[in-house]
C-alpha cells in the first residue's frame, strides 16, 4: 500500500458505534490503524475485523505513549495520510498529532482558537452574517456585572472550550453570580453569553476537500441539554424529515466561514423562539461549531431518517472526495432517553410494542451517557411529525 492509505484512528472503540467508520474505511482500501486505551480482546469482534493492527496505550490522555503509537505506525507501514478520532474530546491531540508528523489533512494547532473556543467562533459565524449572542470572558465580579447591567439576567456561563453541558450554569441573579464566582473551577476560562429562549438547530454535513457538502441533514432539540441536565428531565431530539432552508444556507455559510474541508461537522444555532434582542421569533442565529459528527446515537439517526449510509459517505470522502451512496425516502427518527423512577403510564415493553413498526432502537445507556440522555432510550421513525409527536407524548406521559 501507498502512504496515502494508511489510516489512524483515534480511540476507534469510543463511541462503541464508531467501528462503523473504520468498517467502511476498510471496504474503501484503506490500512486502519487504530489506538486506544482498551485492551485488544475487549474491542468488538465488528472493530477488530475493521482495523489492520491495534496499538493499545496505558492512557491516551498520555501524549507521549500515543506519539510513540504513531511512531510506531510510521516505522512499520511508513508515512500516514490521515489520523483522525472524530471526538470532539480528542480534537486538540489529533491536532498536535498532525503538527508532529507533519500529516497535513485536518485541523492544525492553528486552527484550535477558532474551532475549539466559543469566543474565537464568534468572529466566524460573524464574518458570515450570521448573529452570535454577545459575550464576556469571565473575570471579576465588577466587569461581570457591568456586562449583565447591557444584557440583563439571566445568562449563562459556561467553559470557553468544553464539550456538552459540563459546568454550564444559568444565573438569575446577583446571589447566583457571587456563588458561582466563588465556587468556580478557577483552572476553567468560562465564557458569559447573554441568555437566549430557543430551540437548538443543527446543520449536519460531510463536507468534502473543496469545501462542499456531499451531504446534509440536521436536528431539532427542542429543549436545552443544559435543562434537561440540571432537572433530570427526559431527553428528546430529532433528525428531521428535510432540513430547512434557512439552517441550510447558515451552515453552508458557516462551512466557508471557518474553512472546512475533508470533515464530517456538526453546527449548532438557536431558532429564536420569541422576539428578543438577537432577533425576531423563527430567526435563525449562532450558537457553536462541533467540527465533528453529531455525537451518541445521531450518526444511525441520520441513516434511519434519509435511508442512507453516513458512515460509508464519509469513508467514500476519505478514499475518493465522493459518494456515490444513494438516499431512499426521507422521515423523522425522534431520540427518546427516560429516566429511572418516573411513574411512566406505558412501560418500557408496552411502549416497545405500541410501536414495534416505527422502532429501531432500544437499549439502556451507560453511567456515562445516562446524566444528558436518560437511562433507557428509543429511536424510532415516523413519516410525520404529528406522528412523532404523538409517540414522545406516550413515551414520557406519567401517572400520578
Known amino acids: 500500500m501507498r502512504f496515502m492509505d494508511n489510516f489512524v484512528f483515534i480511540s476507534p472503540n469510543f463511541p462503541t458505534n464508531y467501528w462503523k467508520f473504520c468498517r467502511e474505511l476498510k471496504n474503501n482500501g484503506l490500512r486502519v490503524l487504530g489506538i486506544g486505551d482498551s485492551p485488544y480482546d475487549a474491542l468488538s469482534p465488528e472493530l477488530r475485523m475493521s482495523l489492520h493492527e491495534y496499538y493499545k496505550v496505558s492512557s491516551l490522555e498520555n501524549y507521549d505513549e500515543v506519539y510513540r503509537a504513531v ?95 459540563s459546568h454550564t450554569h444559568k444565573l438569575s441573579n446577583d446571589g447566583e453570580l457571587w456563588a458561582f464566582l466563588n465556587g468556580r473551577d478557577r483552572d476553567i476560562r468560562f465564557i458569559m453569553e447573554e441568555f437566549v429562549t430557543a430551540e437548538a ?51 453552508r455559510a458557516a462551512v466557508r466561514s471557518f474553512g472546512v474541508k475533508s470533515r464530517f461537522v456538526h453546527f449548532e444555532f438557536f431558532r429564536l423562539t ?83 413498526a416505527q422502532m429501531r432502537m432500544m437499549e439502556r445507556l451507560p453511567e456515562a451517557l445516562s446524566v444528558g440522555m436518560g437511562n433507557q432510550m428509543y429511536v424510532a421513525v415516523f413519516p410525520t411529525e404529528e406522528e412523532m409527536n404523538a409517540f414522545y407524548a406516550d413515551a414520557v406521559r406519567c401517572g400520578e
Open 71 to 165: 511512531a510506531f505506525f510510521i516505522h512499520k507501514y511508513g508515512r500516514i495520510a490521515w489520523i483522525e478520532s472524530n471526538n470532539e474530546y480528542w480534537l486538540e491531540q489529533d491536532a498536535h498529532l498532525r503538527e508532529d508528523f507533519h500529516i497535513t489533512s485536518g485541523w492544525q494547532v492553528s486552527d484550535l482558537k477558532r474551532i475549539k473556543f466559543k469566543s474565537g467562533m464568534k468572529e466566524y459565524y460573524q464574518a458570515a452574517g450570521i448573529r452570535t449572542a454577545r459575550y464576556h470572558i469571565v473575570d471579576d465580579y465588577e466587569s461581570c456585572r457591568k456586562f449583565i447591567a447591557q444584557v440583563g439576567y439571566p445568562v449563562i456561563v459556561k467553559p470557553d472550550n468544553g464539550v456538552g453541558a
Open 201 to 251: 438547530d443543527s446543520y449536519d454535513a460531510v463536507i468534502d476537500s473543496n469545501g462542499q457538502p456531499i451531504f446534509e441533514t440536521g436536528s431539532v432539540t427542542p429543549t436545552s441539554i443544559m435543562d434537561i441536565v440540571n432537572n433530570a428531565d427526559n431527553a428528546f431530539y430529532y433528525i428531521v424529515k428535510d432540513l430547512a432552508e434557512d439552517v441550510r444556507a447558515a451552515g
Open 274 to 356: 420569541k422576539d428578543q434582542a438577537m432577533g425576531r421569533k423563527g430567526d435563525v442565529v449562532a450558537l457553536e461549531v462541533n467540527m465533528r459528527p453529531c455525537g451518541g446515537f445521531s450518526p444511525d439517526m441520520m441513516n434511519f431518517a434519509n435511508n442512507t449510509d453516513v458512515y460509508k459517505i464519509w469513508a467514500d470522502m476519505i478514499a475518493f472526495n465522493r459518494s456515490t451512496k444513494p438516499q431512499g425516502q426521507h422521515a423523522y427518527c425522534a431520540f427518546i432517553g427516560r429516566r429511572d423512577g418516573k411513574p411512566y403510564l406505558l412501560s418500557d415493553g408496552e411502549l416497545a410494542k405500541k410501536y414495534a
